[in-house]
């Protein structure tokens, strides 16, 4: 399995920016898929963006289209997630994943998780 190291999380007002890191090692870093899910309190954990092994796919939650882009950096074995105008509603804890299978957009897809980064978004 691949290692999961996220960055980058903290406090942001409604409308600014934030990005996020994961630090991926102990495979080759283009060998497995990649992307985000977060999960805020009381709330089920939700897909956010995934990225294929050479970022030529990505997938969005609708939720957060138009505002997120996610992106890897292969010599830095490096995936972001730039998060731009954000809303209140954006506040949870995020988590970095991977796997060696398909791109997918459910929990079960991904084997390899990071211990999250909080976000929080005040109005």
């Known amino acids: 399995q691949v290692q999961l190291v996220e960055s980058g999380g903290g406090l942001a007002q409604a409308g600014g920016s934030l990005r996020l890191s994961c630090a991926a090692s102990g495979r080759t870093f283009s060998s497995y898929v990649m992307g985000w899910f977060r999960q805020a309190p009381g709330k089920e954990r939700e897909f956010v963006a995934g990225?294929?092994?050479?970022?030529?796919?990505?997938y969005y939650a609708d939720s957060v289209k138009g505002r997120f882009t996610i992106s890897r950096d292969y010599a830095k074995n490096t995936m972001y997630l730039q998060m731009n105008s954000l809303k209140p509603e954006d506040t949870a804890i995020y988590y970095c994943?991977?796997?060696?299978?398909?791109?997918?957009?459910?929990?079960?897809?991904?084997?390899?998780w990071g211990q999250g980064t909080q976000v929080t978004v005040s109005s």
């Open positions: 990225i294929g092994r050479s970022s030529s796919r990505t």
């Open positions: 994943v991977a796997d060696s299978r398909r791109l997918g957009v459910y929990i079960q897809d991904y084997g390899s």
